[in-house]
């Protein structure tokens, strides 16, 4: 299948792109199987399946980061770059169309950064000092959550997706003859 055969879909699934990176910066990124077995999520919710769960949820919801801000942000600029790709009389600038695509790959690229820090050290991430100092424990505070495995794969997905958009195809040239 030829890049002009799917570009028409590039730029809607872009959109789509971005804005579940924006659904998934609220999703848990980082869940803990011991004790309270914790679930926090990218901006720093905190909810606990133990026993006492509310005084444990206010306990660590005072001292969580929220790494997912920046996705956030990023899935923001993915949705209204690609958004503004689609719209029809910007597509027939073809600087302009390079100059999105470059927006939206350079966000996706950050995303990834900042997931790829956070599926490294969740807890160090998701936690502040405080937690984690107090915490000692034999292995990882907390695992990476589906909703920090969903932002990676999504980010890539736009890195990849976003460079198709500016591809044209060109016409041969004429070689002079002799």
């Known amino acids: 299948m030829s890049v002009e055969r799917i570009r028409p879909l590039l730029w809607p699934a872009l959109v789509v792109v971005g804005l579940a990176i924006v659904g998934c910066a609220q999703a848990s990124w ?82 990834i950064v900042v997931a790829a820090m956070v599926i490294a050290d969740p807890a160090g991430h998701l936690f502040d000092a405080a937690v984690n100092d107090a915490i000692q424990t034999p292995g990882p505070l907390l695992s990476p959550a589906w909703g920090l495995i969903a932002t990676a794969i999504l980010a890539v997905a736009s890195v990849v997706l976003a460079p198709l958009t500016s591809i044209r195809r060109g016409r041969p040239r004429e070689t002079a003859p002799g």
């Open 30 to 111: 980082g869940a803990s199987d011991q004790g309270a077995q914790l679930q926090v999520s990218g901006l720093g919710g905190v909810s606990a399946r133990a026993a006492a769960t509310a005084d444990v949820e206010v306990a660590f919801s005072a001292h969580t980061e929220r790494p997912a801000l920046l996705t956030l942000v990023f899935g923001i600029i993915i949705a209204l770059a690609a958004l503004l790709g689609w719209w029809k009389p910007f597509r027939r600038n073809p600087i302009g169309v390079l100059v999105v695509s470059a927006v939206i790959t350079a966000a996706g690229v950050a995303t």
